[in-house]
Nanobody
Framework: QVQLVESGGGLVQAGGSLKLSCAAS????????MGWFRQAPGKEREFVAR????????YYADSVKGRFTISRDKAKNTVYLQLNSLKPEDTAVYYC????????????WGQGTQVTVSS
């Protein structure tokens, strides 16, 4: 069974940085896409970034492009999201998710980690 456990959230001032981690377990992920999503209070969950586990191809939402970087460490079975130049509007619960390459549905989700950016 796939398990995803996020960590690294916290409180940071605007302009600061955080690095989120997502420890993945339960299977090999060579045919998976790993994604980060976020949900702010009163808003719908939105896509942030994704990475193809095998080839490392990445894709970002326009709102974070150039500020956030997604990466993965195959040896540690961990996906990272580096958050730079943070803005108050980046405040949200950040979720790690996984889907098989052949699907568009993220079937596996972590519990989320809170990121709060103060102005």
């Amino acid at each position: 069974q796939v398990q995803l456990v996020e960590s690294g959230g916290g409180l940071v001032q605007a302009g600061g940085s955080l690095k989120l981690s997502c420890a993945a377990s339960g299977r090999t992920f060579n045919s998976y896409v790993m994604g980060w999503f976020r949900q702010a209070p009163g808003k719908e969950r939105e896509f942030v970034a994704r990475i193809n586990w095998s080839g490392g191809t990445t894709y970002y939402a326009d709102s974070v492009k150039g500020r956030f970087t997604i990466s993965r460490d195959k040896a540690k079975n961990t996906v990272y999201l580096q958050l730079n130049s943070l803005k108050p509007e980046d405040t949200a619960v950040y979720y790690c998710a996984a889907r098989v390459l052949s699907s568009t549905v993220y079937a596996h989700w972590g519990q989320g980690t809170q990121v709060t950016v103060s102005s």
